[in-house]
């Protein structure tokens, strides 16, 4: 059961997401207490990129208005651009974006979905290497997970752990980040 006054998270997903990245974001958040939607763009069941497939909470239409404290978008093409192309996503992180919430994306998600909207201005970020060149800030696009304003980024299935820790650590602190990595065998 989540403690209601944990914070809220949206993790958007599609046909195409990258699931290494979509399911770690979901799992670790869920370790820490966190209270995760995973809403989809297109059907409740998605084709994930390699074929797994998973089942959303609700529809993204289902989470207009809502409060959250991080939306965040994994990777995986066709996936995020099937995000991108999602108006009522796009409305929601456009929202996230100017009440001063925190946004996230991961791989190809930084560049295709948050750039293509004029979500990363002002913010340096990363993305995975096939499209850092479409970051407006590339100065610290060879970092594994960059963190600048409300915005957090990171660059593909290899740094996914990192980036769900350190969106632990920005969202509960770090002690529950190290609480949340000990029994994974990682590195607090």
Wanted: hydrophobic fraction near 45%; proline fraction near 5%.
């Amino acid at each position: 059961m989540v403690d209601e006054a944990a914070p809220h998270v949206l993790v958007p997903i599609a046909d195409g997401t990258e699931e290494i990245e979509a399911v770690c974001i979901i799992d670790v958040l869920r370790r820490a207490g966190v209270a995760v939607t995973v809403a989809s763009v297109g059907a409740l069941q998605v084709t994930a990129s390699r074929g797994v497939k998973i089942v959303a909470d609700c529809l993204i239409g289902d989470c207009r208005g809502q409060h959250y404290d991080l939306v965040v978008l994994p990777g995986g093409i066709p996936g995020a651009e099937n995000l991108r192309d999602s108006e009522v996503l796009t409305a929601i992180l456009k929202n996230q974006k100017q009440t001063g919430r925190w946004l996230g994306a991961i791989c190809a998600a930084p560049a295709v979905v948050l750039s293509s909207h004029a979500l990363l201005k002002g913010c340096a970020a990363t993305a995975h290497p096939a499209f850092v060149d479409q970051l407006d800030d590339q100065t610290r696009a060879d970092e594994r997970v960059v963190v600048d304003g409300q915005c957090v980024t990171s660059r593909g299935p290899g740094t996914a752990l990192e980036f769900a820790l350190q969106l632990v650590a920005l969202l509960c602190g770090e002690d529950k980040a190290k609480e949340v990595a000990a029994p994974m065998v990682l590195p607090g």
